[in-house]
Each structure stands twice: as C-alpha cells, then as structure tokens.
C-alpha cells in the first residue's frame, strides 16, 4: 500500500458480504471498468476488494447506435445497451487473466428471460475464478411484455431462485431505482434467497438537444449516474438497509472516500466506484487509499465501525 508510510499500521478493511470475504470494501461498477484488464496500467488492480466485470448476457450485444453518452449537470446518462461479448466468449477471452489476479471477480449478469439467468449462471459456475455474481434485474423481461424483471416483486424472486438454484458461489442481486419502493423489492429478493443486495443501479432519464430540437442520445431515454443521483442512493441504502438482514452494497456518485464513508454510514457494508472511473481512472483505488486514513486518523479499530453507525437523533 503505497500511500501508507512504512511506519503506519495496516488499518483493518476488511469486509464480508455474506460469505465472501472482502480485503476492502471498495469494487468497481458493473459497466464502469471493462472487464478489468482495460485498466491494468492506470493503476494497481489488486488494490481493490472485488472486480465487478461489465454485465455479460448470454448471446453477445451489440448494444444501441451512437451516441449513446451525454454529459448531464452532475452526471451522464448512457443508453450503451449493455453491450457485452456473451458468457462463452466471456469465459474463453476473459476469465483466464481475470482469474490470475488476487483479487475477487464478480460477474454482472442480464437476461431477457428466467431460462436467459439460469443458462448463463450454469455456465458462470463452471469457472472456479468467479467469486460471486451480481445479477443486474433492471433488464426487460421478453417473455412477460418487457417489463424490467426489477420492478416488480415477484418476477425480481423469480430471478432471484432461477440464479440462486444454479449458482455455486455467492448471490447479489442489484437493484433498480426506478421503483416507487426500492424497500418491497429488497425484501421480495431477500425472501428468494440472495446473499446480498447492490443498489442502486441508473435513473432513467433524458436529455435534449434545443438547437437541433432532437434527443441528445438515439436511443431517445437513458441511465443517469454520478455525482447527481448520490442523494437518491443515499436515501435508498438508508432505507434498505433499515428493511432486510443481508448485507447492501451502496452505489451512486461514488468519487471520494467520504463518498463511501457515508455510504457505510446509511448501512453499506461495502460500496462500487462507478461514472467516477470515466472521469479519475484511478477512483476506485484512491477511495481505498482515502478509507485507509480515515481509518487511522480515527483510530477505529477496523471500518466495520461504519457500517450503519449513522446517529440520528
Ligand atoms: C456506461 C455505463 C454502463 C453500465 N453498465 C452496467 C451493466 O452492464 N450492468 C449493471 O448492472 N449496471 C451497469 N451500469 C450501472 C452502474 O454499475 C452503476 O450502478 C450506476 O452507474 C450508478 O453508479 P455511479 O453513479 O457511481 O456510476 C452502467 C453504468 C454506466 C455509466
């Protein structure tokens, strides 16, 4: 740990979601870092508790026509259409440099349908390398009209089960924003059997073009993330957190080590750097750094003393 001086402690970070232990609570986005290598030489890899790969479906994507990024005030919205290699080329491309580092990989998975989920982590759990996987419901279920799988409570256990039942390792399953009540989802997903909850995934949103009197991106809606959505994030971790007993992942316009810290205080056991990896590549590990000190300085005996340690009086 280069930041820390030869004469300073080594400060407990040490986390667990479930039964996957973390060296530190800190992971990356689903979507935000490639597939990892892409960012080998920017900075230390290993650094970082967990990899979240970017999410893999079972065919290849190509995903939507460009543009598919505008910068919003405080955020980006993106319609990349979850653009992906598919689960064999994943597994044959991917896996074997992944698998080398020492660090936990988490694979994002979509699907458009139950069998989609139970194909792909029947596939996943043939890889000894993976860690956990992260199941992304925001997707629209075919077979069901397109309505996304994470907006309703049932069909998000439904999803749950079918990955749950074929998986060998750890089950996270990441929730939607765009709900009325973001608590219902996490109890029907908790119910189902999931290790643990990530939240929150992008708001939809829009945005316009007035010269051209057009959308800004082809895909006309996207998702929102940064900075501008960390108090909706916020709030919602607070919330679901207060709801169910697995531990919640905090995500949303996570730049900073503060940032995470205050994840950790509304009940995050662990959080994910994402949007900020676009702007400061080295985000993610800069945030381990930044809990390091905060740690010391506060002489806490490890940072598991933040998790939910927010007073409200
Ligand atoms: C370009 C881009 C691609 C993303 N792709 C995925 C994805 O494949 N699967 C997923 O579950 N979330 C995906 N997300 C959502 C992020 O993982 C994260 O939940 C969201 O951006 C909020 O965090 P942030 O504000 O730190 O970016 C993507 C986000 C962005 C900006």
């Known amino acids: 740990m280069e930041y820390l001086k030869e004469q300073d402690p080594i400060p407990d970070l040490r986390v667990s979601i479930g039964p996957l232990n973390l060296a530190n609570p800190v992971m990356t986005a689903s979507g935000t870092f490639g597939y990892g290598r892409e960012f080998e030489d920017l900075m230390d890899l290993q650094s970082l508790g967990a990899i979240i790969v970017k999410g ?6 190509a995903g939507n026509p460009p543009p598919r990024i505008v910068e919003t005030a405080c955020g980006m919205l993106n319609a990349i259409g979850l653009q992906n290699v598919g ?3 994943f597994l044959a491309e991917k896996m074997e440099y992944l698998g080398k580092l020492k660090v936990p990989i988490i694979v994002n998975i979509l699907g458009e349908s139950l069998d989609e989920y139970r194909v792909i982590t029947e596939k996943l759990s043939a890889s000894p390398a993976i860690s956990a996987i992260e199941v992304n419901i925001s997707c629209p279920n075919v077979t069901k009209g397109g309505v996304a799988f994470g ?5 998000a256990a439904a999803v749950t089960r079918a990955v749950k039942e074929r998986s060998v390792v750890p089950v996270i399953v990441k929730l939607s924003p765009n709900v009325t009540d973001i ?10 059997g999931a290790d643990a909850v990530s939240l929150i995934n992008t708001l939809i949103g829009m945005a316009i073009n007035l010269k051209k009197r057009r959308p800004q991106l082809a895909n006309v809606i996207g998702g929102l993330s940064g900075p501008a959505i960390k108090p909706i994030a916020l709030r919602m971790v607070y919330q679901v957190a207060r709801a169910i007993s697995v531990p919640v992942i905090g995500i949303g316009g996570i730049a900073t080590a503060e940032d995470a810290l205050e994840f950790m205080l509304a009940g995050a056991t662990a959080v994910q750097v994402g949007t900020a990896n676009f702007v400061n590549p080295r985000a993610s590990e800069e945030v381990v750094w930044g809990i390091s000190e905060y740690v010391l300085a506060e002489k806490l005996p490890s940072v598991r003393e933040m998790i939910g340690a927010l007073e409200i009086c």
């Open 56 to 61: 893999i479906s079972l065919s290849p994507r």
């Open 87 to 89: 689960v064999d080329r």
């Open 151 to 155: 907006t309703d409570p049932a069909m």
């Open 183 to 192: 608590t219902e989802i996490a109890k029907a997903v908790e119910a189902a």
